[in-house]
């Protein structure tokens, strides 16, 4: 791992020089602070700042070095000793490259006998041994340990990253299987009553064939799509029971209660379908007179409300119950959660007589917006 781009590298030196600079300062204010509370100052505050600022401008031009090196070769579990050996040599190397440098810039006095040191190894060995403590746990070791908390902390970030991209892609791996259920299943079913009517009634089955073909096409269009609006949820249905009206006839009537503010919010593809086909077949069919289909929606703060209730003839809810009330109620209720977690509610009253009304409640919201999935939804359909 390292910095890329001028950008970033620019950022790094701008950063080094000002931190040092900013430590010169400090340093030089504290001894010229101290030094006037004790005794008097052998010096203005500049001649202060001068020996300081040397050796942490020195500083800041070798601080990104090692932080570019310590980024590109981090210590791990599997290189931890010979890596550490190799930033202990790194360590003196840095104390050298600083002692040489600053022999270089700025001539060496003695403070006692104001007698300037000669160039020469005498001189680098002094420095070398005076500096090395100093470089190697103040300054070296502390960049190091700042170069490898970013590593660790973009790579556990990267990690992160890949994760949630994983768990998205199995979310809509697990929708798409889902609503690939739902069409066949629906499919099927309407075929079914196509079939029905095939020697009893062909014109009506040639126009339920048409009506079939337009669902089809719809369908085919949202095909890789898992949310569209409750208008485009409402053609899709009204489509559906046009063609169960032409099966069952006067036995079967149904009414929408829509409030119209709703028509533009976002719901999951094929979401009212199933509970439709579900009210015709265990509620309205099961009457020798037939009965009515309601699609309400409406609107509360920030939840969007559906409901679809049939007058059919109910029935009492066992233990055993949610384990068999159909793949479409099954794949409803499972697409709710990935979808919306906690922040959804599926429920279902139904009594002997009464009717079966199944409810919804959902966040509202229009326009284009992204699906945040469910992580432990996700996992819960494993």
Not at 298 to 323: I, M, S, Y
Request: aromatic share 12%.
């Amino acid at each position: 791992m390292r910095l890329r781009g001028r950008k970033s590298t620019g950022m790094v030196w701008l950063v080094s020089y000002g931190v040092w600079i900013f430590i010169a300062f400090m340093t030089a204010f504290s001894m010229y602070w101290f030094n006037t509370l004790f005794w008097k100052p052998s010096g203005s505050f500049w001649q202060e700042l001068r020996i300081p600022l040397i050796n942490n401008l020195i500083f800041a031009t070798f601080t990104p070095i090692v932080l570019q090196i310590s980024l590109r070769y981090p210590i791990e579990v599997s290189n931890w000793r010979l890596r550490s050996l190799l930033y202990s040599a790194g360590a003196i190397v840095f104390a050298a490259a600083h002692a040489l440098v600053r022999m270089l810039v700025y001539p060496v006095t003695d403070s006692m006998t104001h007698q300037t040191f000669p160039l020469g190894w005498s001189l680098f060995g002094r420095l070398l041994l005076y500096s090395l403590p100093i470089t190697w746990f103040y300054v070296y070791m502390p960049v190091v340990a700042i170069a490898h908390a970013l590593c660790y902390y973009w790579e556990f970030r990267d990690r992160e990253l890949r994760a949630s991209q994983l768990e998205t892609r199995l979310a809509q791996a697990q929708l798409r299987a889902l609503k690939s259920q739902l069409q066949p299943h629906f499919l099927f079913n309407t075929l079914h009553s196509i079939s029905t009517l095939m020697l009893t009634n062909v014109q009506a089955a040639d126009t339920m064939l048409v009506r079939l073909s337009d669902l089809l096409r719809m369908s085919l269009e949202n095909n890789t799509v898992q949310e569209t609006t409750l208008n485009r949820e409402m053609q899709f249905v009204n489509g559906y029971l046009e063609i169960e009206k032409m099966r069952l006839g006067e036995r079967l009537q149904f009414r929408y209660e829509v409030e119209p503010s709703t028509l533009d919010a976002r719901v999951p593809h094929l979401i009212l379908q199933p509970l439709v086909e579900n009210a015709i077949h265990h509620g309205v069919s099961r009457r020798a007179q037939g009965g009515e289909v309601r699609i309400t929606s409406f609107r509360r703060a920030d939840k969007l409300h559906l409901e679809v209730a049939d007058n059919g003839p109910g029935f009492a809810p066992n233990p055993e119950w949610q384990t068999k009330h159909g793949l479409g109620l099954n794949s409803t209720r499972e697409r709710l959660r990935v979808f919306y977690g906690q922040r959804q509610r599926l429920d279902i009253h139904s009594a002997p007589d009464r009717g079966t009304i199944v409810s919804i409640q959902l966040p509202f919201n229009t326009g284009k917006v992204p699906v945040v999935y469910d992580l432990e939804a996700i996992h819960g359909l494993r």
